[in-house]
């Protein structure tokens, strides 16, 4: 997922710019354009821009936000009728813990990037503080639900698919303890 802002402050050339910046990842869940990602990936920006796996650009516009699950649903608003492929959902409260699991995004940019691990605990109304990348300021949520992965995660996996060994969704990935692994 990628967003255009005016007024980014540039700290190479040190003057404000419009840009396009690269924010997250997500993933289409229905054939006509809905996009599942994080609420911190779309969170107060100026507008969305898709980009397929295809390399395709879109236009998409925010539907729906669950803040305090840091989900968002996403759509894609100039698809001309294009059937999009889609992902397939799993129960996520079967998961077991020492399952394999695979999370697929952008990190750091580098796009269609996949990295494995295990389920290494299954957390129910948890409290996470971590650092937000903007400010740097402390932040402390609380899920109802959280699938902590022994996976690598990296700055721009947020919002992207987790999969189990069947290629199936079975949460999204989001934050990472900074200074800790993940």
């Known amino acids: 997922i990628w967003y255009h802002t005016d007024n980014y402050y540039s700290y190479t050339s040190f ?9 997250g990842s997500g993933f289409i869940f229905s ?11 779309v969170d107060g ?8 796996s295809e390399g395709k650009f879109y ?23 294009t059937k999009f492929p889609t992902v397939k959902f799993a ?12 999370a697929i ?22 409290k996470v503080t971590f650092t937000d990348p903007v400010t740097y ?8 639900k959280v699938l902590q992965i022994t996976a690598a995660i990296s700055p721009g996996n947020s919002g992207g698919a987790l999969f189990n060994s069947r290629g199936e969704v079975i949460g ?10 993940n």
């Open 91 to 102: 129960n996520s409260d079967n998961v077991k813990v020492g399952q394999e699991v695979y």
């Open 105 to 126: 995004g952008s990190p750091l940019g580098f796009e269609y990037t996949i990295s494995q691990g295990i389920l290494a605990g299954i957390r129910e109304n948890e």
């Open 59 to 81: 236009d998409a516009e925010l539907l729906l936000i669950d803040e305090k699950n840091d989900m968002a649903i996403l759509r894609i608003k100039n698809a001309n009728g």
């Open 137 to 144: 300021s402390p932040i402390e949520k609380s899920f109802e």
């Open 15 to 23: 003057q404000l710019i419009d840009t396009t910046l690269l924010n």
């Open 45 to 52: 920006i100026d507008s969305l821009l898709v980009k397929t």
């Open 172 to 181: 999204i990935t989001t934050y990472t303890y900074t200074g800790y692994g």
């Open 31 to 41: 054939e006509d354009g809905l996009i599942g990602t994080n609420y911190h990936v």
